[in-house]
T-cell receptor, first 116, second 114 residues
């Protein structure tokens, strides 16, 4: 069963528009971590943010913000005033503890295209 | 510079010809992992290693082998590559095996098996 769902496979926005990337997860654990990674056209994967299951505070970092809601098992990512440099594939990931190690499950990714 | 390196970055090979993709990290990380990335499937874990000489299967281990003889290296071995192993491969490492550690990824290896 898919544990991390990124229902939006591709999104196109015009520069300066706001955009929200959805991430829905499922887990039976009470302690887990959620991540977002960015993969720009150059191909590397870059860590953006981590959130633990006990911290539902929203996080803002510049134009980026994250909304974690346990009630809906969602960890959505919003880019405000998007820029062309935001064009990338964004992956949401769930990390659970399994017998002393981390089990990481990635979503299929959302490709964001910001049009100038 | 702290990094994860992979070699080669690009490889075209033929069915059945054994190959190894190397992965090395210089951050003294305990946990290392291999993923493959395919369109519409995201990143899927092939194998992981919690420390030296400790490895285990991920979600898609068939057709792959790994070893972890030294902490810094985690090579991915394809004994008899097949066309369905054509993919983009990423090596990743994290400080510890705990679930809160973010992963640092290598630049990727694009493999084509003809």
């Amino acid at each position: 069963a898919q544990k991390v769902t990124q229902a939006q496979t591709e999104i196109s926005v015009v520069e300066k528009e706001d955009v929200t990337l959805d991430c829905v997860y499922e887990t039976r654990d009470t302690t887990y971590y959620l991540f977002w990674y960015k993969q720009p056209p150059s191909g590397e994967l870059v860590f953006l943010i981590r959130r633990n299951s006990f911290d539902e505070q929203n996080e803002i970092s510049g134009r980026y913000s994250w909304n974690f809601q346990k009630s809906t098992s969602s960890f959505n990512f919003t880019i405000t005033a998007s820029q062309v440099v935001d064009s990338a594939v964004y992956f949401c990931a769930l990390s659970e503890a399994r017998g002393g190690y981390q089990k990481v499950t990635f979503g299929i990714g959302t490709k964001l295209q910001v049009i100038p | 510079e702290a990094q994860v390196t992979q070699n080669p970055r690009y490889l075209i090979t033929v069915t059945g010809k054994k190959l190894t993709v190397t992965c090395s990290q210089n951050m003294n990380h305990e946990y290392m992992s291999w993923y493959r990335q395919d369109p519409g499937l995201g990143l899927r874990q092939i194998y992981y290693s919690m420390n030296v000489e400790v490895t285990d299967k991920g979600d898609v281990p068939e057709g792959y082998k790994v070893s972890r003889k030294e902490k810094r290296n985690f090579p991915l071995i394809l004994e008899s590559p097949s066309p369905n192993q054509t993919s983009l491969y990423f090596c990743a490492s994290s400080l510890r095996t705990h679930s809160y550690n973010e992963q640092f990824f290598g630049p990727g290896t694009r493999l084509t098996v003809l």
